[in-house]
């Protein structure tokens, strides 16, 4: 396996601080501070889609901005993220994973600044677009570098590493934009939660230039990068993701949106018979099949997917129901997640660990987990009085961090064990897809539910039972897609011990 280059690799003791290098030119300590810079700014990326929900109503205040407009800012980012992951990562695993991250850090430092700028609500949805496009550029370099980086024990180290600081940034988010808000007020605030990117950023070039790996393995096979599909692929993801996005529970929703779910078919059977065409000319096509014949990545990409149905969404309800239900100031709805974050990190790191060895139980354990501290909230959520159950949830919120701690690193681990190296940067960003469109999809359904029921209850009867009816309406959404990806991990189980995989 040869490797390219887009510049010369470190090659003296000078440069590696006298340590032993592997064969691609890289010490030890080199592989983890470049995985350190990229895991801190894939930290970045789930940041933004966490700390903005506990902004919306600040927002929404700032420029009376309506629901669709809303949806837009939230949703609007996780649809432009999941559009660029597969396209990215086939370019960055052709060429260059550094240049492509690299580029990307300069993409959501420009869309940062004009987030954080915007005069008006459409100008801060674009900006939203943009910074979801360029998260699509670099989470795929992350999880291609990753791979590139590590192999064996470490890689399953370097992925509990990764899936504790995802599981923190998601959890951690609320708080982090709840303090922001504190300190800034409803006006400043929100603002500050995307100026707060740009010193990061800026911080974080000058390592990600020095430090990432300059040299990658050689793609095996054609080089070429077929854009008609490229733009077959986004028209797909944008016709799946786009009328879940545009459903926000109001009665002002347009059914007409439902009918993207149609040219979604159209599309995703022409992008399949033009894949198909393109690679029996003996051309490397921008999805390879292939890997979904691989048990174990298919089954976990489904995994994902489901429990990131549930994951932002349980985070953006839990937040409506405390600020507008129980009248709870930002920064302490954010608070209130906290126990899930340290649980998460702590599960995250130990289960990363043991990911090869145990395998596929850990994942099962974690959902049940998962599935006991969701229902303890809801329970708490329903059941509690208001100055109580904040208190009882952040409790039901540790127990479902420290199972969900144990579903993202392991389950990251077992996906990508037996794709190609070659294909990991692809590979990684069509799991990303997924994990994006289930975002997409758990958002608008779980809000649509908690916004119905508003819509349905109001007048009849005080604010915190509508909310309590709301927020329990969208809790179910959410167990319904954690049970599911329950029911998956359970089957891939089943398959490993029948060796059916």
């Not at 998260?135 to 899936?163: K, S, Y």
């Not at 159209?266 to 292939?290: C, K, N, P, Q």
């Not at 909230?377 to 208001?386: G, Y």
């Not at 329990?472 to 897609?481: C, D, E, N």
């Amino acid at each position: 396996m040869t490797a390219r280059s887009d510049a010369p690799a470190p090659a003296d003791a000078s440069e590696t601080g006298g340590e032993a290098v592997g064969a691609d030119g890289v010490s030890e300590r080199t592989r983890w501070q470049a995985f350190a810079v990229a895991v801190a700014v894939a930290s970045l990326t789930i940041l933004d889609l966490s700390k903005v929900n506990v902004g919306i109503p600040a927002i929404e205040q700032a420029f009376g901005a309506g629901p669709t407009q809303i949806q837009l800012i939230v949703a609007g980012y996780v649809l432009a993220f999941g559009i660029v992951l597969v396209p990215s990562g086939r370019f960055g695993d052709l060429h260059s994973r550094r240049r492509m991250f690299l580029v990307g850090l300069v993409v959501f430092l420009i869309a940062s600044l004009l987030c954080a700028i915007a005069p008006t609500v459409e100008l801060l949805a674009a900006s939203r677009i943009l910074q979801g496009v360029s998260a699509g550029l670099l989470m795929p370099q992350v999880l291609g570098l990753t791979q590139q980086l590590f192999t064996g024990a470490a890689r399953g180290r370097a992925f509990g590493i990764f899936g504790a600081v995802i599981g923190l940034s998601t959890a951690f988010g609320p708080t982090l934009g709840g303090l922001l808000i504190g300190v800034g007020g409803p006006e400043l605030g929100w603002r500050l939660i995307f100026w707060m990117n740009v010193p990061l950023v800026i911080g974080l070039f000058p390592f990600a230039y020095r430090l990432l790996p300059r040299t990658q393995p050689d793609a095996h096979g054609p080089r070429d990068l077929d854009l008609f599909g490229t733009a077959l692929l986004g028209g797909t993801v944008l016709s799946l993701m786009l009328p879940f996005v545009l459903t926000t529970g109001s009665p002002d929703d347009d059914p007409a949106r439902w009918w993207w779910l149609a040219a979604f078919v159209v599309l995703a059977a022409a992008f399949v018979a033009w894949e198909r065409r393109y690679t029996s000319r003996g051309r490397a096509a921008i999805v390879d099949f292939a890997l979904f014949r691989i048990g174990a990545y298919r089954n976990g990409t489904l995994i994902a997917t489901t429990y990131f149905a549930a994951l932002p969404a349980t985070f953006l309800t839990l937040s409506l129901f405390l600020q507008f239900g129980l009248a709870l100031e930002p920064v302490y709805a954010g608070m209130v997640t906290i126990p899930f974050a340290l649980a998460s990190a702590v599960t995250s790191w130990y289960s990363g660990r043991v990911a090869t060895t145990i395998g596929r139980p850990v994942v099962v354990w974690g959902l049940l987990g998962v599935v006991a501290g969701l229902a303890g909230t809801i329970a708490s959520a329903f059941l509690l009085p208001a100055g109580v159950s904040p208190w009882a949830i952040a409790g039901f919120m540790a127990l479902a961090g420290a199972g969900g701690g144990a579903v993202i690193a392991p389950n990251q681990t077992l996906t990508l064990a037996d794709v190609p190296l070659t294909s990991a940067g692809v590979a990684g960003s069509i799991g990303q897809v997924g994990q994006r469109a289930g975002t997409a999809v758990g958002i608008a359904a779980a809000t649509a539910a908690f916004y119905a029921t508003i819509y349905a209850e109001e007048g009849m009867g005080g604010r915190v039972d509508i909310y309590q009816d709301a927020f329990l309406h969208a809790a179910l959404v959410i167990l319904g897609f954690v049970g599911a990806a329950l029911a998956l991990a359970l089957l891939d189980l089943r398959e490993r011990r029948t060796g059916s995989l």
